[in-house]
Nanobody
Framework: QLQLVESGGGLVQPGGSLRLSCAAS????????IGWFRQAPGKEREGVSC????????NYAGSVKGRFTISRDNAKNTVYLQMNSLKPEDTAVYIC??????????????????WGQGTQVTVSS
């Protein structure tokens, strides 16, 4: 069974940075595109960023473009989300997921079959 475990969340002041990690267990990430999503209380799950299996293609939501960077280290079986210039509206549970389409960078939630449990990110002064 595919297992994804997120880490790196926490409390940060506006303008600060965090790096989230998504580690795979029980399978090799090499064959999967990986997406980051977020869900704030009372809001729908929102696609944040996605990276193809090779890392050759990336996609970002407009609200995070220029502030967040997705990357992957297949040797470490891990995908990262570097988040800079954080804003209070970035507060949410961040969840990584594995896509059924390895060469895609789509953020269509229906493309993703395996999901982690999430890590809380709170941006507040």
């Amino acid at each position: 069974q595919l297992q994804l475990v997120e880490s790196g969340g926490g409390l940060v002041q506006p303008g600060g940075s965090l790096r989230l990690s998504c580690a795979a267990s029980g399978f090799t990430l090499d064959y999967y595109a990986i997406g980051w999503f977020r869900q704030a209380p009372g809001k729908e799950r929102e696609g944040v960023s996605c990276i193809s299996s090779t890392g050759g293609s990336t996609n970002y939501a407009g609200s995070v473009k220029g502030r967040f960077t997705i990357s992957r280290d297949n040797a470490k079986n891990t995908v990262y989300l570097q988040m800079n210039s954080l804003k209070p509206e970035d507060t949410a549970v961040y969840i990584c997921a594995a896509s059924s389409y390895p060469y895609s960078d789509s953020l269509d939630v229906t493309d993703f079959a395996s999901w982690g449990q999430g890590t809380q990110v709170t941006v507040s002064s």
